[in-house]
Every structure is written in structure tokens, then in C-alpha cells.
């Protein structure tokens, strides 16, 4: 083909053909191209790191800290899979956005520096590098021409140009439209150009500029409508042959075509520096160990316990009293109850299936309604008593120095007594005796109960107040009290 490689893929291909180490990065990306799409997008491009050699080049310029950077990154990719890659990388951005990594001390030492031209504006440098002098400001764009242009008529008090594009059947623009293409292409044009004097002036010393042309009839060329191309017709080299570009060169310009690169060479110091002996550091002890009371209960799948008969998994379970919880907190605290769309949306959330989430939704919200109109429940939180609070966060050291956290679902003060209750989701087997199963419940949870009693008399410094505490089982509409032996 006459024409240059636009995309950057195609111009690695092309360097690709004659240099064997960019052949590998190639056939790698290659490979990874065809599984997008297919494989998840975390998993594709961790294994094209894999590929390439990676782990061992990030380790030998980064250290094992580099390496678990980005193994985190792919893990962080993974955890954002959708399907799609593009919603994946959607998803991906904004949790990258929300991570933080401390800056690495030791770049401040670094004399190399990569920006965008932006960034560098107002700046100097030694020696500034300008590559991809081949990129074509104009035709960077959609290459399907805009339906229509509108421009502002300079000095016209506010009135605009408009001009529609080319007809299906005549296949041409008006002149109009055309008129207005071209102020908006030497517009674009006129911009490259800023730009280019723009990272140009930011050499002090030395400014090296590369781009890639193509040679045809041993005569090279710049691409057309590229900043290369302006350059090289600048300095009368455009459409030359190599030895005649070659010698053109002067005291304030070197060109060169197709350098050769040598390899890198690693600076190392003639001697290796004596460092001081390493300080003997060990963790500082905590000052107190926390629990939560929610601990103190075996196999306690916090907040409340599987429901062995009515749900498939505990997983499910689980997020069936999640939900329970914040539905029973938000009616506390406003009387209001969602709709069984919105609960299954939130059940969806927090992961079940959407199907499953319609079918339990319903249940839920009936046996929330049930909950809040029982009339133990309902004379708790509907009655103007002194105090009355949900979710309610507290904490105390014991004698032991331990801390002591959690959350108390439901605590009212009625203005004699402390009533401290415990929503719970669980329900008896198939076939379960219920007294059975309450006195399995009570000794159950009497630590998490004893606790929360001992937060609150703590709270209050009055070893005297007369505190209640037990669970309340949503799914029986029961209250337990639990008392203290």
C-alpha cells in the first residue's frame, strides 16, 4: 500500500518485520486479541504480561513490590469483569480511581520526565523528545463527515452559518458546507502547529524529533497533512532520497534515517555504598483487642442465621437478613417500607439471582409488615417514648482491657425501662418442636445479649436500671426474652 500505517499496531507490525524482539511483543498481542472477548479481560491481559516476561522485568526494574502492584491491578481487573470488555473497562476505571499508592520516594531522583504537551507548557528541559511527528491533525477525527456544520459569523452580533451535508442522491456537499469543512480543517491544522511550538521551545539544549515516513522508488515521503510532513518541507527534504536528506543537515539541524539504537547500557557506581546498620523495630502492641458481641455466638452468620428450611444456601440466607435488617432500621426510622420491586432490586445487589430475588421479595416485605405491627414491636416504636434508637453503635472496655463493639438493632427507653432487642431471621426446621427450638435460640445468643446489656449499663452508669434484652424472631413475629444467669 502507498499509505503509512495509521493505527499503532500496524506501525509495531511493520518495525516488527525486522526487529525480532518487537516480533514477540506482536505475536503475544496477537494471541491476547483473540481471546477478548472470550476469556475474562483481567485473566487475557495478566497472561500477555505472563507472556512477555513480566513478572521478571517488573521485578528487575521495581523489585517485588512492583510485581505485587500489579498483581493487584489484574485482581482488581478480575473483580470488575462484566462481559463486555468495554463496560469491564468502564467498571475498572472507577475503581482505579477510588485506589491509592503511595508515590515511590526515589522518582524525585529521576531525570526523565514523560508529559503531554499541556502539561509541559511553561516548562524547560535539557533535552526534549518529540515523537510521532507522523500523526495527521486533520483526518485524526471521525472519518464519517458530520451531517451538518454550524459556525459562528465573526462580528455578526450572535449569527450562525449553517450548512447540511452531501445529498444521498446528488452525492455531493454545498459549496457552504464545504467552505465551513475547510475553515474547520485549517482551524485543526492551525492548532498542530500551535502545539508543535509549543513542545518544541520546551528544549533548552537539544531537541530530537522523530516520526515515520514511507520510502517509494527510493525517494522517502512524509505522510500527508502531518506535522512531519511541514517539517520536512520546511527544511527542503520532502520527497528525497536518503543521502540527499542526509547531507542537508546543518550546524542547527542532524537528521538521520532509520538510526541505529545500541543497546542500553546500566550505570552502575564504582562501589558499592556502606549503609548504616538497620534499626531493631517491632510492632507496637494494640492497646486493647476488639470484639463484637455478634462474636461471642458459634457459627453466627452475622446478621441473623441461615434459614435452612426456606432458602437454598446460607449465602442467600445471609442477604435475606441483610435486607430484613435495613428495612426494619429505615421504618424505624421513617415508617415507610419499600415496594417488593425495590426489595428484590436490593436483593439483586447483594447477589442473588434476579429470578430467585422476585420470588423472595414478596415474602420479605410481608414478613417486615408483620414485624412492625406485632404489637410488641409496634409499641416500642410507634408510642413517644424518651428515647428510641436503631442501629445503634456502642462500645466499652472490660476489665481485661479488652473493647468491646457493636450494634444494637433496636433500644428503647420507655422511661422505666431498657428494652434492648435483637432481630433475628433464623426459623425452626421442618418438624422442629418451637419450644425446642426457642431454648436452642436463647442459649444461642445469651453472650451477645448479655453484652449488649452490659454496653448499655455502661453507658448510662447506673448499675440499678432495670434493662431487658432478648431476640425478636422476624419469621415467627415472637419477642424472647433472654435473661442473664
Not at 491481559?45 to 502492584?69: I, Q, S
Not at 515523537?131 to 456544520?149: A, Q
Not at 446460607?314 to 420491586?341: C, N, Q
Request: net charge neutral; with cysteine.
Amino acid at each position: 500500500s502507498k499509505q503509512g500505517p495509521e493505527s499503532w499496531r500496524d506501525k509495531i507490525r511493520m518495525t516488527a518485520t525486522r526487529d525480532p524482539k518487537i516480533r514477540e511483543i506482536m505475536d503475544a498481542t496477537d494471541g491476547a486479541f483473540l481471546r477478548v472477548g472470550r476469556d475474562p479481560l483481567g485473566k487475557t491481559v495478566k497472561k500477555l504480561w505472563t507472556d512477555l516476561n513480566g513478572p521478571a522485568e517488573t521485578a528487575r526494574l521495581f523489585g517485588m513490590a512492583g510485581v505485587a502492584n500489579c498483581h493487584e491491578f489484574f485482581t482488581v481487573l478480575e473483580d470488575m469483569e462484566e462481559g463486555i470488555p468495554l463496560e469491564t473497562l468502564k467498571r475498572f476505571r472507577g475503581a482505579m480511581e477510588r485506589l491509592y499508592e503511595p508515590a515511590d520516594p526515589t522518582l524525585s531522583k529521576s531525570s526523565v520526565q514523560m508529559m503531554t504537551i499541556h502539561r509541559a507548557k511553561g516548562l524547560e528541559f535539557d533535552i526534549v523528545f518529540l515523537p510521532y511527528l507522523d500523526w495527521k491533525p486533520i483526518i485524526s477525527g471521525p472519518r464519517v463527515p458530520p451531517p451538518y456544520l454550524l459556525e459562528r459569523i465573526p462580528g455578526a452580533e450572535g449569527k450562525n452559518v449553517i450548512a447540511m451535508g452531501g445529498d444521498r442522491r446528488r452525492g455531493k456537499s454545498s459549496k457552504t458546507y464545504d467552505f465551513l469543512k475547510k475553515l474547520q480543517e485549517e482551524r485543526s491544522w492551525g492548532e498542530a502547529k500551535r502545539r508543535f511550538y509549543v513542545a518544541a521551545t520546551r528544549a533548552r539544549d537539544s531537541l530530537i524529533m522523530s516520526g515515520v515516513a514511507k520510502m517509494e522508488d527510493d525517494v522517502i515521503s512524509a505522510p500527508d497533512n502531518s506535522v512531519l510532513k511541514w517539517v520536512m518541507d520546511h527544511e527542503g527534504i520532502n520527497d528525497r532520497t536518503p543521502a540527499h536528506i542526509m547531507e542537508t543537515g546543518n550546524k542547527m539541524l542532524s537528521i538521520y534515517v532509520n538510526p541505529e539504537i545500541g543497546p542500553s547500557v546500566r550505570v552502575t557506581a564504582d562501589h558499592e555504598p556502606e549503609l548504616p546498620e538497620p534499626y531493631e523495630l517491632s510492632p507496637q502492641r494494640l492497646p486493647h483487642r476488639t470484639l463484637s458481641p455478634s462474636s461471642l455466638t458459634a457459627d453466627e452468620p452475622e446478621p441473623g442465621d441461615a434459614m435452612e428450611t426456606a432458602e437454598p444456601s446460607s449465602k442467600d440466607a445471609i442477604i435475606r437478613g441483610i435486607v430484613i435488617h435495613r428495612m426494619l432500621s429505615t421504618y424505624i426510622k421513617s415508617a415507610l417500607l419499600p415496594s417488593e420491586k425495590a426489595v428484590a432490586i436490593a436483593l439483586a445487589h447483594e447477589g442473588i439471582a434476579r429470578k430467585r430475588a422476585d420470588k423472595l421479595a414478596g415474602g420479605i416485605v410481608n414478613e417486615v409488615a408483620a414485624t412492625v405491627s406485632e404489637p410488641f414491636v409496634a409499641g416500642l416504636i410507634k408510642k413517644p417514648h424518651p428515647m428510641v434508637e436503631t442501629e445503634w453503635p456502642l462500645e466499652y472496655l472490660t476489665e481485661k482491657g479488652g473493647l468491646r463493639s457493636g450494634i444494637i438493632d433496636l433500644a428503647v427507653f420507655d422511661g422505666a425501662t431498657w428494652w434492648i432487642v435483637d432481630f433475628k431471621t433464623s426459623r425452626p426446621r421442618e418438624g422442629e418442636n418451637l419450644e425446642d427450638f426457642l431454648q436452642k435460640e436463647e442459649e444461642k445468643y445469651r453472650p451477645q445479649t448479655d453484652t449488649y446489656r452490659r454496653m448499655v449499663m455502661n453507658l448510662i452508669n447506673d448499675d440499678t436500671a432495670k434493662i431487658r434484652s432478648g431476640i425478636y424472631l422476624t419469621a415467627l413475629q415472637l419477642w424472647r426474652e433472654i435473661k442473664s444467669l
